[in-house]
């Protein structure tokens, strides 16, 4: 299922999809109909991780990778201490 959200005043679609190389991936800001696709069915607290990840390059897209790998999975760290899950 396809979602759409707002990322620093921008549109775009979000959704989980079978990937093989990746576990996520986020399309230019810049691009038509931009998407940010994480890799489904992939262990909760992983997949949080990967959702940051893919939202923080969403957020600003000039960030080098290693401080979006970095700040995500702290957050991802301090959110699962914190008792979030993802619910269906």
């Not at 959200?5 to 991936?25: D, E, Q, T």
């Not at 969403?58 to 914190?82: C, F, M, P, S, Y």
Request: aromatic share 12%; net charge positive; glycine share 6%.
């Amino acid at each position: 299922m396809k979602m759409f959200i707002r990322m620093v005043g921008k549109r775009w679609g979000f959704r989980f999809a079978r990937l093989r190389k990746c576990k996520g991936y986020c399309d230019s800001p810049e691009k038509k109909n931009k998407e940010i696709v994480v890799k489904a069915n992939l262990p909760p607290k992983e997949e949080l991780d990967t959702t940051l990840h893919e939202l923080l390059h969403a957020a600003d897209w000039w960030k080098d990778e290693e401080w979006v790998e970095q700040v995500g999975t702290d957050i991802a760290n301090v959110l699962w201490r914190l008792g979030w899950r993802k619910t269906e």
